[in-house]
């Protein structure tokens, strides 16, 4: 059974810095996407950023320059450094995994940005 827990939410001040990590159990091998989507209130589910096998990135232009998505395969591990937070970066963050053709999700970790 695959499980993703996520951790490193919480409250920073804008222009602050947050790491989020995503621990995937239940997996055999290291062939999948991981990554994060988040959801601010009132707004749709979006792409932050998602990691491949091969360590391809790709990020939200929101993000660009901001966060920096990381793997560690041996701990089946995803890693989310998030810095320059703004505002609009407050909502549930949602750790992402596609293994075997499934998409699997995190209960999800709050982040909240002041101003």
């Known amino acids: 059974q695959v499980q993703l827990v996520e951790s490193g939410g919480g409250w920073v001040q804008a222009g602050g810095s947050l790491r989020l990590s995503c621990v995937a159990s239940g997996i055999t091998n290291s062939i999948y996407t991981m990554g994060w989507y988040r959801r601010a209130p009132g707004k749709q589910r979006e792409l932050v950023a998602t990691?491949?096998?091969?360590?391809?990135?790709n990020y939200a232009d929101s993000l660009k320059g901001r966060a920096t998505i990381s793997r560690d395969n041996g701990k089946n591990t995803v890693y989310l450094q998030m810095n320059s937070l703004k505002p609009e970066d407050a909502a549930v963050y949602y750790c992402?995994?596609?293994?075997?053709?499934?998409?699997?999700w995190g209960q999800g970790t709050q982040v909240t940005v002041s101003s």
């Open positions: 992402y995994l596609h293994y075997r053709w499934v998409d699997y």
């Open positions: 990691i491949t096998s091969g360590s391809s990135t």
